[in-house]
T-cell receptor, first 111, second 113 residues
């Protein structure tokens, strides 16, 4: 199966700093990667999609990169706020109409 | 409002007692999926459906069944639940398979004792 790996350790940062989360994938590069936010006990919510031919995508304080050489996507939140505290999931299509999610990285932003 | 609605949200049941978790979306989406989420394992796809009457297995289909008789509904059936199916379940839909936003339901907490 197509694996997606995210750092299972929580990321703790101070308010105002930039949070950077990593998503690594195996096997062939997917046509796109997606990032989702999940709050405790809730369903994931879509944030950003980046395609294979795009190096970088931005949306307000969010930025995603896609490096097919490193087989990696980085997700950045600039000027982080306590309200950004959540678990962030990376996802890829895996061929054969399937979809794969990483186990997520929990972000804690401290005031 | 775009919604994926699943029921029940919380359920405690006993081993072997058949149950169905319903899922409905109001966005006319073609692609629908069921996932289970377990600590440390993330979201794993159980079954998916490309359209009405078209369903296929995801990564962890054992012990589950699905059906897609109408475009908006995609129920998950546990014919004979076992304790290892205790999990948080999510239904999801997207316009199609081609890189579109996936919308998730609020989740169904299932405990099998």
């Amino acid at each position: 199966s197509q694996k997606i790996e995210q750092n299972s350790e929580a990321l703790n940062i101070q308010e105002g700093k930039t949070a950077t989360l990593t998503c690594n994938y195996t096997n062939y590069s997917p046509a796109y990667l997606q990032w989702y936010r999940q709050d405790p006990g809730r369903g994931p919510v879509f944030l950003l999609l980046i395609r294979e031919n795009e190096k970088e995508k931005r949306k307000e304080r969010l930025k995603v990169t896609f490096d097919t050489t490193l087989k990696q996507s980085l997700f950045h939140i600039t000027a982080s706020q306590p309200a950004d505290s959540a678990t962030y999931l990376c996802a890829r299509d895996g061929g054969f109409n399937k979809f794969y999610f990483g186990s997520g990285t929990k972000l804690n932003v401290k005031p | 409002e775009a919604q994926v609605t699943q029921n029940p949200r919380y359920l405690i049941t006993v081993t072997g007692k058949k149950l169905t978790v319903t899922c409905s979306q109001n966005m006319n989406h073609e692609y629908m999926s069921w996932y289970r989420q377990d600590p440390g394992l993330g979201l794993r796809q159980i079954y998916y459906s490309m359209n009405v009457e078209v369903t296929d297995k995801g990564d962890v289909p054992e012990g589950y069944k699905v059906s897609r008789k109408e475009k908006r509904n995609f129920p998950l059936i546990l014919e004979s639940p076992s304790p290892n199916q205790t999990s948080l379940y999510f239904c999801a839909s997207s316009r199609n398979r081609e890189g579109n936003t996936i919308y998730f339901g609020e989740g169904s907490w299932l405990t099998v004792v």
